[in-house]
């Protein structure tokens, strides 16, 4: 795990040198200070609201596998997104598939490939929404539309991967053992019986047919999530709108994506205050912009989530072990 710290953080410390290397340090304590804070609170509501909907769409989709309360999926979700938070490189995802499998008996090899599938959801809707933004904001730069592509190439794959190993999976096993034949036999024989487990958490993808509304559920996630950069907005006095939150939004969704340091410390800020320039905000303000959002998604997620990992009785040293066990 200490190579994925140190290269999380050198990748944010780029971002956070090109964010900032221009602060003017008075100019920008003076903006967070002139904020109207009441405008936050909204703001941090709605994001853990939007968590409150992923845990539905979860539990929708455990549901061929086996009936799990709303509380176990919500509480492992704040769990995993805390992670998220305190560990680099999205590791928090496999605390949460850890958490939720130890809660309720559940494989792990199930837990992730429902956890991929809430991938693959959220990059098709992700899509669409750019696919708005870039219809709408022709301001968009050249760079972000080539994101937006290679995305759609990532969920491409991984949906034929997915249709694959749902209905082909000896074929995937077999080309994967071919792919892997130069390699030691011992990480060969460790990644074929990888797949091998994932196929068959896959299952749940051919037994589950309500497809339109986990799809209506990822879509409903946008407007609380805009409406969290619209508060933020508020908060600082900006008369930006809808389309404006949701360019900010589709910048974040990308830097999110990015492996970085916890917290997404650095890539956060770098792609926000980016999207702030498409608006004529830059400078200063841009900066303290970015600083107050991220404190808004960042402090009540970890709260949460630390909350629920006190209740499970969870320790660090379960975390590190699971983390280690991923290398």
């Known amino acids: 795990m200490k190579k994925r710290l140190a290269a999380g953080v050198v990748i944010s410390l780029v971002f956070l040198y090109f964010a900032f290397k221009d602060v003017n340090w008075s100019d920008f304590l003076d903006s967070l200070l002139s904020i109207n804070y009441l405008w936050l609170i909204p703001g941090a509501i ?70 991929l599938l809430e991938r693959i959801l959220d990059l098709i809707t992700t899509l669409g929404a750019l696919g708005l933004v870039l219809s709408y904001f022709p301001r968009f730069p ?20 997915t249709f694959f190993m749902q209905f082909k999976s000896e074929y995937v096993v077999r080309f994967t053992a071919f792919l892997l034949a130069p390699m030691p036999d ?59 939150s949701f360019v900010v939004l589709v910048f974040i969704t990308f830097a999110v994506a990015i492996p970085s340091a916890p917290g997404y410390v650095g890539t956060f800020h770098g792609m926000v205050v980016a999207s702030m ?36 009785q969870m320790t660090f040293k379960e975390i590190e072990s699971e983390v280690d066990g991923s290398a």
């Open 46 to 115: 709605s994001v853990i609201a939007s968590f409150a909907i992923r845990a539905v769409r979860w539990k929708m989709l455990l549901e061929p596998v086996q009936g799990v309360s709303y509380n176990k999926t919500f509480s492992s979700t704040m769990i995993g997104y805390m992670g998220n938070n305190i560990l680099p490189f999205r590791l928090g995802d496999l605390v949460r598939a850890y958490s939720f499998s130890k809660d309720t008996g559940i494989t792990k090899s199930t837990t992730i490939a429902s956890l």
């Open 142 to 161: 050249t760079w972000a539309t080539r994101v937006g592509y290679a995305t759609l190439l990532i969920v491409v794959i991984l949906v034929l991967f």
């Open 186 to 244: 011992k990480w060969a024989s460790t990644v074929a019986k990888k797949i091998a487990s994932f196929s068959e958490g896959l299952q749940i993808v051919s037994q589950y047919k309500k497809y339109f509304g986990l799809l209506l559920i990822s879509v409903l996630h946008w407007p609380i999530y805009i409406s969290t950069v619209w508060f933020t907005f508020q908060a600082f006095g900006y008369s930006y709108g809808i389309i404006e």
């Open 277 to 312: 320039a498409l608006f004529g905000l830059a400078g200063d303000m841009a900066r303290a912009f970015s600083v107050i959002l991220h404190a808004v998604n960042y402090i009540p997620v970890t709260l949460v989530g630390l909350y629920y990992y006190w209740k499970h």
